[in-house]
Nanobody, 113 residues
Framework: QVQLVESGGGLVQPGGSLRLSCTSS????????MGWYRQAPGKQRELVAG???????NYADSVKGRFTISRDNGKNMVYLQMNSLKTDDTAVYFC???????WGQGTQVTVSS
């Protein structure tokens, strides 16, 4: 079973920044398009940002201009830099291989004053 591990979440004030990190069991991430997803209480999980194996990116309109997804295939890592955070960004954040269901525990991001 593929195991994905997210880290870097925490409590920040509106306007603050966080960088989330994702890695996997085995050195496999370089072979796949990757995505960051989030799920807020009472809401469905949604795709926030995606990155292809070649490095092309796409973002949900709600985070465009504020979040940046990147990857370091040599380190088997995927990152999500989150700037100008809003209270609506509060959610559990997950990474995953594109169109797969290898969900880990996620990392909690709470934006509150």
């Amino acid at each position: 079973q593929v195991q994905l591990v997210e880290s870097g979440g925490g409590l920040v004030q509106p306007g603050g920044s966080l960088r989330l990190s994702c890695t996997s069991s085995g050195s496999i991430l370089s072979m796949y398009a990757m995505g960051w997803y989030r799920q807020a209480p009472g809401k469905q999980r949604e795709l926030v940002a995606g990155i292809t194996a070649g490095g092309s990116t796409n973002y949900a309109d709600s985070v465009k201009g504020r979040f940046t997804i990147s990857r370091d295939n040599g380190k088997n890592m995927v990152y999500l830099q989150m700037n100008s955070l809003k209270t609506d960004d509060t959610a559990v954040y997950f990474c995953n291989l594109h169109s797969r269901n290898y969900w880990g525990q996620g990392t909690q991001v709470t934006v509150s004053s």
